[in-house]
């Protein structure tokens, strides 16, 4: 029988994200001077579709799993060159926290050419969707990979829910759906996490939302294996 306490608390966690989102969006666009409807020419992701984009972030992960790095040899340059002024992203991640998990050599990109947000667990608060709404309409993104990844510490704590010092259970809450449907398996938890969390991303923005619409974004949930270095989409 459907948890109807469990449901309820679901969309008033969704309606508090959608309530929040706009003005949080609005007060980090306002003080940043930038036009949110309005957004300026980037070079990087101006001739990216979505589909493009997300194929650059694999063929990334290729190089990377290959061993076969080419971002080391841009990053001077472009740091001199094309960062100091603006930012040129073509893609957004949401990534765990985790030390194992380095964004920028896993998808074998340089500087300016991922945003990337982190936090335990690569969960959806109101601030994460407010920063990645920034990278959507404001810097231009083609797609947003919410990053999960194999063996991950906060997924493994929340399925056993045991006490820990601090603030660090106010993670639980967060990962719950996720494990609720894992059957008690991490590997299927960190997966339905990844998955969830990309879901929540499409439903409580209307920024992301219209843009998936208008088909100039895509979000896809993914998740990193720690030993192959292979990144798949779930």
């Known amino acids: ?27 980090a666009v306002a003080q940043t001077g930038l036009e949110l409807t309005d957004p300026p020419a980037l070079r990087a992701q101006s001739k990216l579709t979505s589909d493009a ?3 650059a972030l694999l063929d990334g992960n290729q190089r990377f799993r290959s ?32 030390s194992r998990v380095p964004v920028e050599l896993v998808f074998d990109q340089s500087i300016g050419e991922l945003f990337v947000a982190r936090i335990a667990g690569n969960f959806v608060t109101p601030e994460i969707i407010a920063s990645l709404e920034y990278g959507v309409a404001v810097l231009g ?12 510490g906060a997924v493994k704590a929340a399925m056993k829910a045991d006490p820990v010092p601090g603030q660090i259970s106010s993670l639980y809450q967060h ?26 991303l499409r439903s409580s923005s209307t920024v992301i939302k219209e843009a998936i619409k208008s088909g100039k974004l895509k979000v896809q949930a993914a998740v990193y294996d720690l030993a192959t270095g292979k990144v798949t989409l779930s």
């Not at 993104?141 to 991950?152: E, P």
Request: hydrophobic share 40%.
């Open 1 to 27: 029988m459907p948890d109807k306490g469990a449901a309820s608390a679901e969309f008033r966690r969704r309606e508090f994200l959608q309530k929040v989102l706009s003005t949080a969006l609005v007060g």
């Open 53 to 55: 984009a997300m194929q």
């Open 67 to 98: 061993n076969k790095l080419t971002s080391f040899d841009e990053d001077l340059d472009i740091l001199k060159n094309r960062t100091v002024d603006k930012q040129e992203p073509f893609a957004a991640i949401l990534a765990c926290a985790d």
């Open 141 to 152: 993104i083609k797609v947003l990979v919410v990053l999960g990844h194999a063996n991950c």
């Open 175 to 200: 990962l719950r759906p996720g494990v609720e449907k894992s059957g008690g398996s991490l590997e299927k938890a960190i997966e339905e996490n990844a998955k969830y969390q990309a879901d929540l």
